[in-house]
Antibody
Framework: QVTLKESGPVLVKPTETLTLTCTVS??????????VSWIRQPPGRALEWLAH???????SYNTSLKSRLTVSKDTSKSQVVLSMANVGPVDTATYFC?????????????WGQGTLVTVSS | DIQMTQSPSSLSASVGDSLTITCRAS??????LNWYQQKPGKAPNLLIY???NLQSGVPSRFSGSGSGTDFTLTISSLQPEDFATYYC??????????FGQGTKVEV
């Protein structure tokens, strides 16, 4: 059974660094056909893809946010970590991690439940 | 970056109706187009991948078509549980991906 679960702070102050963890089960982070992305959704707004980590540890980032994002993984813990530097109120959103499969044309076939992060002083 | 534009942004429908949502890419993406359904407070759920392939477990009343820059999601005989927001997503790029702005299907 494939599952993903996000964890991290509920509230972050402006200018701080947000760190979120995605713990996965039911698949391996070293499977070359799979990867994990972070996607966010501000309240009442659309989905925005943020970052991705491939099985070979290559990373990719949203062009607009690249300077503020870092994604990494710990395969021994089955965890993928996203860091976002210098957050502001516009970063208030529900953050999802999702599995991407090349078997389904690079679609996101499994998602975590999401975690709501509020940026406020 | 490839931009995805959905239309309409919202629509009203009734149970039993058939409806179509459109997604347009800013450049050709072949059939690298996926559709998701999202209900309030929930994570998105993959409906269709590669423009027209139904994800396992998804009812057959959902169908997708298109290639290049223009794509459609059709729901035939709308059911009460289909009232939700639908997103398209391009996966043509090897390493960066984008979603449409969403289409809310309301009663």
């Amino acid at each position: 059974q494939v599952t993903l679960k996000e964890s991290g702070p509920v509230l972050v102050k402006p200018t701080e660094t947000l760190t979120l963890t995605c713990t996965v089960s039911g698949f391996s982070l070293t499977n070359p056909r799979l990867g994990v992305s972070w996607i966010r959704q501000p309240p009442g707004r659309a989905l925005e893809w943020l970052a991705h980590i491939f099985a070979n540890d290559e990373k990719s980032y949203n062009t607009s946010l690249k300077s503020r994002l870092t994604v990494s993984k710990d395969t021994s813990k089955s965890q993928v970590v996203l860091s976002m530097a210098n957050v502001g109120p516009v970063d208030t959103a529900t953050y999802f991690c999702a599995r991407m499969s090349t078997g389904t044309y690079r679609s996101f076939d499994y998602w975590g439940q999401g975690t709501l992060v509020t940026v406020s002083s | 970056d490839i931009q995805m534009t959905q239309s309409p942004s919202s629509l009203s429908a009734s149970v039993g109706d058939s409806l179509t949502i459109t997604c347009r890419a800013s450049q050709s993406i072949s059939t690298y187009l996926n559709w998701y359904q999202q209900k309030p407070g929930k994570a998105p759920n993959l409906l269709i991948y590669a423009a027209s392939n139904l994800q396992s477990g998804v009812p057959s009343r959902f169908s997708g078509s298109g290639s290049g820059t223009d794509f459609t999601l059709t729901i035939s005989s709308l059911q009460p549980e289909d009232f939700a927001t639908y997103y398209c997503q391009q996966s043509y790029s090897a390493s960066t991906w984008t979603f449409g702005q969403g289409t809310k299907v309301e009663v």
